[in-house]
């Protein structure tokens, strides 16, 4: 099975910078995803990594550490539609299911 | 784009009835999943695909069923709802490959009374 952790919640400015931290516990790690989710909508996929190190997209980088079972979500120039969940989810194994984090709620204010 | 369509936003139902949740993508995807979120607990997959006339079960299996009769659709069946499955009903659709992300429909909210 797999155990996987994020923060509840978090607060922070426009322009700023957040950090989103996922740590899990899998069998048989093979791959890991970042989704965002706005109040009442569909979760949309942000990112994918599934070698050590760090993936950047624009505002948003993921970074992985396999040996470590972590990886963060990194959130520069915050901007007030950057309010939502974000979800980290775990992929155990040669198939396509994934484990989902309960999500981060990340409040951004002006 | 990916276009995974769920058949309603919101549902009212009974207890007891059977209640039948749709879910089709445009984009002859070979895996589907069925998911419900409840504050607190995150996604959970109730049930997943692979294949036309194949399913598996996930975490959360028991008071639901599926069927898969074509590769475009995938639905989820409350044989005899009860109100604990009064929840947010997420369906999701992805190709084969392990980076290949799953694509979310907008959601079912649905409500046992």
């Known amino acids: 099975g797999q155990n996987i952790d994020q923060p509840t919640e978090m607060t922070a400015t426009e322009g700023a910078i957040v950090q989103i931290n996922c740590t899990y516990q899998?069998?048989?790690?093979?791959?890991l995803f970042w989704y965002q989710q706005h109040a009442a909508e569909a979760p949309t996929f942000l990112s994918y990594?599934?070698?050590?190190g760090l993936e950047e997209k624009g505002r948003f980088s993921s970074f992985l550490s396999r040996s470590k079972g972590y990886s963060y979500l990194l959130l520069k120039e915050l901007q007030m539609k950057d309010s939502a969940s974000y979800l980290c989810a775990v992929r155990d194994g040669g198939n396509n299911r994934l484990a989902f984090g309960k999500g981060n709620q990340v409040v951004v204010i002006p | 784009d990916v276009k995974v369509t769920q058949s309603s936003r919101y549902l009212v139902k009974r207890t007891g009835e059977k209640v039948f949740l749709e879910c089709v993508q445009d984009?002859?995807?070979?895996?589907m999943f069925w998911y419900r979120q409840d504050p607190g607990l995150g996604l959970r997959l109730i049930y997943f695909s692979y294949d036309v006339k194949m399913k598996e079960k996930g975490d959360i299996p028991e008071g639901y069923s599926v069927s898969r009769e074509k590769k475009e659709r995938f639905s989820l069946i409350l044989e005899s709802a009860s109100t604990n499955q009064t929840s947010m009903y997420l369906c999701?659709?992805?190709?084969?490959?392990?980076?290949?992300?799953?694509?979310f429909g907008d959601g079912t909210r649905l409500s046992i009374l």
């Open positions: 999701a659709s992805s190709t084969r490959g392990g980076n290949q992300p799953q694509h």
């Open positions: 990594n599934v070698l050590d």
């Open positions: 899998t069998s048989g790690f093979n791959g």
């Open positions: 984009m002859d995807h070979e895996n």
